[in-house]
């Protein structure tokens, strides 16, 4: 069946990195669009990039843009996410999510980044 396991997540003081990985099975993962949303305390879910199946499509949140990379590896059938300038604000839980036809049909269990001092 469908998998997507997150990994990744930890602790980290503000200004730190994380990098987050997606690692999928159960699927032609070369053929969909891949992304990450995240869910903040209280707050609803965000999107925050997304990723042609080739890669040679990246898309943003403004409010990650220039901080985060969104990016993948095919022949590994994982997708990551480089986390820079990490701020408290980006405390959440990170989702991978495969996408067709512009919905999300399947997600992972989400890992936790925690930025604090």
């Known amino acids: 069946q469908v998998q997507l396991v997150e990994s990744g997540g930890g602790l980290v003081q503000p200004g730190g990195s994380l990098r987050l990985s997606c690692a999928a099975s159960?699927?032609?993962?070369?053929?969909?669009?891949m992304g990450w949303d995240r869910q903040a305390p209280g707050k609803e879910r965000e999107w925050i990039a997304t990723?042609?199946?080739?890669?040679?499509?990246?898309r943003y949140a403004d409010s990650v843009k220039g901080r985060f990379t969104i990016s993948r590896d095919n022949a590994k059938n994982t997708a990551y996410l480089q986390m820079n300038s990490l701020q408290p604000e980006d405390t959440a839980v990170y989702y991978c999510?495969?996408?067709?036809?512009?919905?999300?049909?399947?997600w992972g269990q989400g890992t936790q980044a925690t930025v604090s001092s």
């Open positions: 999510t495969r996408n067709y036809g512009g919905r999300r049909n399947a």
């Open positions: 990723i042609s199946s080739g890669g040679g499509t990246i």
């Open positions: 159960g699927f032609t993962f070369s053929n969909y669009i």
